[in-house]
């Protein structure tokens, strides 16, 4: 039993045990961090940095006639998720090949994650004697090189086991793989099952629509609304697997017509089973990719960070505005040198020092450590078409009409998040694409009119990282009910 009544032998402000040594563990351990953060060898910025490389752009072929052409770099999009086939470098597989997962990204820039080369299958002769890809002609779909230091990687596939299948709907798996076996070969088919067995042996169009077949298992590759967390966000799972209507197919109507039946599937596909190709539509999308890994002059350096801003999403430059201009204490738009660094370094832009210091005196023409934030800005910020800027025109007076004047608060209760694009594909929640928006306009003043040029300005922004008009046409129809 405890005597109360005794003093205390110590005061409670005494440290007793190895408190210096935990004490210097501590300080060595900030040392460290300090020390890793500063040289960019933290594991989130080494993560962000491999993220970011993936992200680069890439360059499609131009093509000179209306065919697919061996050594063509292409796009692969599933017209049931409406993504892109991509390598998650981030993810290795664990088996003892070194191999890597693949998904379809919501994306639109072609990427050194989402751009594909069609490579000959060399392991038998090319009977067509041309460098044409044909139906039912065997080749492999090889990854960008540029993403794993010029290593080989194939679409890769092998029947479905307990231990090797789709980490979630448990199909076929589907990766790309350093490995040089029948597995990474492939063959085209025509989607339309009427017409299928007479296409065989036919050059592919750029503009088809066909299912990819993995020669070995003889099923089709596929992907689904199953959506697949990575470091890249919500994107959706790949997988081998034949997805087929259910209907009668009417063989003996086919055959009283006279149409060929013989040993041929005359069910259709699912979406799921059905790609298409995107190449470069315009000649300046071809390019030399290797300046893009150049870091050796400032014009490549900002082709990279745009890229990288690209990535961010459509907010992506708005997003980098936003942090500079809360750095910006006076209110002047100017900014020192470890300010920028650090908002560079914030919004996920992990360049080197010397990669930073190079665009910042690019910038400092004054040479006096300090630069204009909204002239770094516009090195990005592209102007719009008339046709965009018709449908931003429209998008404000419509605002203006229903609720009496343009603020933030009235674009709040105004704005149609429902059938935001990112909503309806599942890619984001109503909630967080109202968030977004609201959050990248800077407005201490919800009920503050918003000029038509601070309209005009933010949609700029977004329209300097949408490539296509239709998808920033659908944004602004969808967004605001036009």
Request: aromatic share 12%.
């Amino acid at each position: 039993m405890h005597n109360y009544n005794v003093d205390h032998k110590y005061k409670f402000q005494t440290r007793i045990g190895n408190w210096f040594e935990e004490w210097e563990l501590d300080e060595t351990k900030k040392k460290d961090y300090l020390k890793n953060r500063q040289n960019g060898q933290l594991a989130s910025i080494v993560k962000d940095q491999k993220t970011n490389f993936s992200l680069r752009l890439a360059s499609l072929t131009y093509p000179k006639d209306e065919y697919i052409h061996f050594g063509f770099h292409i796009m692969l999009q599933n017209l049931k998720t409406q993504g892109c086939l991509s390598i998650d470098i981030q993810e290795k597989l664990k088996i003892n090949e070194e191999a890597y997962n693949v998904t379809t990204a919501p994306t639109t820039q072609p990427t050194v994650r989402s751009v594909f080369v069609v490579v000959p299958y060399t392991k038998e002769p090319n009977f067509f004697g041309d460098d044409i890809l044909h139906y039912g002609q065997h080749f492999r779909i090889l990854a960008n090189p540029r993403i794993s230091n010029n290593k080989t990687f194939y679409l890769h596939s092998l029947p479905q086991t307990p231990t090797r299948c789709a980490k979630i709907s448990r199909k076929q798996e589907v990766c790309a793989i350093e490995s040089d076996v029948f597995n990474t070969v492939w063959k085209l088919e025509h989607s339309d099952p009427k017409i299928r067995f007479e296409m065989e042996g036919q050059p592919i169009r750029i503009d088809d629509v066909v299912l990819v077949k993995h020669s070995f298992t003889q099923h089709w590759l596929a992907s689904d609304d199953i959506v697949y967390q990575n470091d890249f966000g919500r994107e959706r799972e790949v997988f081998v697997h034949s997805y087929q209507c259910l209907n009668k197919t009417q063989n003996l109507i086919a055959e009283k017509e006279g149409r060929t039946t013989i040993d041929i599937p005359l069910r259709n596909q699912e979406p799921q089973n059905l790609w298409k190709f995107i190449v470069a539509t315009k000649q300046n999308e071809q390019f030399d990719e290797s300046v893009m890994d150049d870091n050796r002059n400032v014009k490549n350096l900002m082709i990279r960070v745009k890229q990288q801003i690209t990535g961010k999403g459509s907010y992506g430059l708005r997003g980098l505005a936003k942090i500079f201009f809360e750095m910006d204490q006076n209110n002047n738009g100017v900014v020192e040198y470890d300010d920028f660094k650090w908002g560079l370094r914030n919004f996920g832009l992990n360049l080197s020092e010397d990669e930073t210091k190079m665009i910042f005196q690019t910038f400092d023409k004054n040479n006096n450590g300090k630069i204009e934030f909204n002239e770094f800005l516009d090195a990005f910020r592209l102007q719009m078409s008339d046709k965009r800027l018709y449908f931003v025109q429209r998008a404000y007076a419509s605002i203006e009409q229903r609720a009496g004047k343009v603020t933030l608060d009235t674009m709040g209760r105004t704005i149609n998040v429902k059938e935001h694009p990112d909503v309806l594909k599942g890619y984001k929640t109503e909630r967080q694409v109202f968030q977004e928006f609201v959050s990248h306009w800077n407005k201490a003043q919800p009920d503050k009119v918003i000029s038509f040029q601070e309209f005009g300005e933010f949609y700029q922004d977004v329209s300097s990282a949408i490539q296509q008009d239709e998808t920033f046409e659908a944004i602004l129809k969808k967004s605001w009910n036009l």
